[in-house]
């Protein structure tokens, strides 16, 4: 078994961004780009407020909040919102509690339940370190979202657990190489916070009128300095403005 140096340890977090978009995780984990937008803020505002308030135990509960977890064989390292240690007779031993006690992870999202599977991905990934570090079992976790502010149950099946295998030796490759992966736009584009950054020829290009009038559902981009291409379903229309520098080339 292969076990990762620390120093090549991976954010666990990113697993989330490299299963809804693997240019999304490169940008922010191999070229240290990242932006903020309502999504990301909302999203670390739910996230203080669930590692707020430290340990807490109430009977047969121990709560443990903000908690440092790691994982040498999948090579990443992170911190889990909440997990939740119930007193248990299949549970482990803790360091400075009597008893067994049985993990469980919880998650804490922005929003409702995804199509995708992503929040899922982390939270098993979660698990699977606190299995390596506690030499346990942990059978399924739980993901709170902020709307319905209610639980959603995942199971740690063995299909998940190797996506999740999968995925981080996918990332430590890209890392490895220094690359960041080419994609094709796609819907949620839209809403992610790296959109100018990603696809800027689309997000900064201003459609304007061409001589036919008003195009719709135009998208213009720039293959060089003065001049717009514009594409709909209907036309293309090609406008070239130049004005002459003080050496007299054309900007």
Request: contains cysteine.
């Amino acid at each position: 078994m292969i076990y990762y140096p620390e120093e090549d340890f991976l954010q666990l977090s990113g697993l989330q961004h490299f299963a809804f978009c693997r240019r999304q995780w490169a940008l922010i984990h191999v070229e240290h780009q990242w932006a903020e937008n309502y999504r990301t803020v909302d999203g670390s505002i739910l996230h203080e407020k669930a590692h707020g308030g430290g340990t807490e135990s109430r009977g047969d509960l121990l709560i443990v909040r903000a908690m440092r977890i790691h994982s040498a064989v999948l090579g990443v390292s992170g911190e889990c919102d909440v997990v939740e240690f119930h007193r248990s007779e299949n549970g482990v031993t803790l360091q400075g509690r009597d008893g067994l006690w049985s993990p469980f992870p919880i998650e804490y999202k922005r929003g409702k339940p995804k199509p995708h599977d992503a929040d899922e991905l982390q939270l098993c990934a979660q698990a699977m370190c606190l299995e390596e570090m506690l030499c346990c079992q942990i059978s399924d976790g739980a993901l709170f979202y902020g709307e319905p502010r209610r639980r959603t149950p995942v199971a740690f099946t063995d299909e998940l657990r190797q996506r999740v295998r999968d995925s981080l030796a996918e990332m430590h490759d890209y890392l490895r190489r220094g690359c960041t992966p080419k994609v094709k736009p796609q819907k949620g584009c839209s809403a992610c916070s790296l959109k100018e950054l990603c696809l800027p020829e689309l997000m900064k290009a201003k459609p304007v009128s061409g001589a036919h009038g008003r195009v719709r559902n135009r998208q213009s981009v720039a293959p060089f300095a003065g001049a717009w291409i514009e594409i709909s379903a209907r036309q293309i229309v090609c406008s070239v403005t130049t004005r002459r520098s003080l050496r007299g080339s054309v900007d």
